[in-house]
């Protein structure tokens, strides 16, 4: 599974994926730094990514995130920080093992 984190998640999150076996890029990596969100998510799905990990919880208001081919992870925390989502971490990691393309998630 190729996961794509956007750019205001913690690198650590990336480092927890990977040692779970998930292949796990960061917006940063794939230096897509400042494209926009219709046009970002557009090139992720082309790059045939199956999983967005966001904590923007608008996004699914923004964009028709049913016509891309991702599964989208939104994180509801409180700060943008690694210590709010490692409580997080056993949900996150069940629901990946399940998460659908075309689906919306919400992890609070």
Do not use: C, H
């Amino acid at each position: 599974m190729k996961i794509l984190l956007d750019e205001n998640i913690p690198k650590r999150l990336k480092y927890r994926l990977s040692e779970n076996g998930y292949e796990t890029y960061s917006v940063r990596d794939m230096n897509w730094l400042g494209l926009k969100d219709k046009e970002l998510l557009k090139t992720a799905a082309e790059e045939s990514f199956d999983v967005f990990v966001t904590s923007d919880k608008q996004i699914s208001f923004q964009q028709n995130l049913t016509i891309i081919k991702m599964a989208f992870i939104i994180l509801d925390i409180l700060r943008l920080k690694y210590t709010f989502i490692q409580p997080l971490m056993p949900q996150l990691l069940e629901l990946l093992s399940t998460a659908q393309k075309g689906e919306i998630y919400v992890i609070k």
